[in-house]
């Protein structure tokens, strides 16, 4: 897949941000905070509390759920008449429409997919059954976009 710069992408059209997901994340990054504050105060380690070594690393472990929820929560896919940019969770990928052979989101499938031309197939994170018709009302407005890409450039 050849990398496809957004100002290719043509004009802006919309984006699409799983709501219930940035939910969850939001949800599960305060427990989690509060759980470890809430470790951190009562200090079951030693008499005076945690030692330094301790709280660094409980801090750490911290650090790293953290940034994998937010990770998840910024899935995305921004729409643009040429292609699509899609935001997973640890990889971005800008992709023109000229590239996608179809998009896809079957009943059985959780997620929308972006089928490549050639081998290659782009889950669409962003694109979740779960978020329920939202998801697949931006899915139709990305196919009604692929289909007047199409047509522009049969007319070539």
């Not at 690393?57 to 990770?71: D, E, Q, Y």
């Amino acid at each position: 897949m050849s990398k496809t710069s957004r100002r290719a992408l043509g004009e802006y059209e919309g984006s699409y941000s799983p709501r219930v997901l940035r939910l969850v994340c939001f949800i599960a990054g305060l427990i989690l905070s509060t759980g470890m504050a809430i470790i951190l105060w009562q200090s079951p380690g030693q008499p005076d509390g945690f030692d330094r070594g301790n709280t660094v690393g409980l801090l750490l472990i911290l650090a790293i759920f953290l940034t994998i929820l937010w990770r998840f929560a910024r899935a995305r896919v921004d729409l643009y008449s040429d292609g699509i940019s899609i935001h997973n969770f640890f990889r971005d990928y800008d992709v023109s429409w000229a590239q996608v052979f179809k998009l896809s989101y079957s009943p059985d499938d959780a997620w929308a997919y972006a089928e490549l031309i050639g081998p290659k197939r782009i889950t669409l994170l962003a694109l979740a059954r779960s978020e329920g018709e939202s998801s697949a009302r931006f899915l139709l407005r990305c196919e009604e976009s692929l289909r007047a890409y199409e047509q522009r450039h049969d007319k070539d």
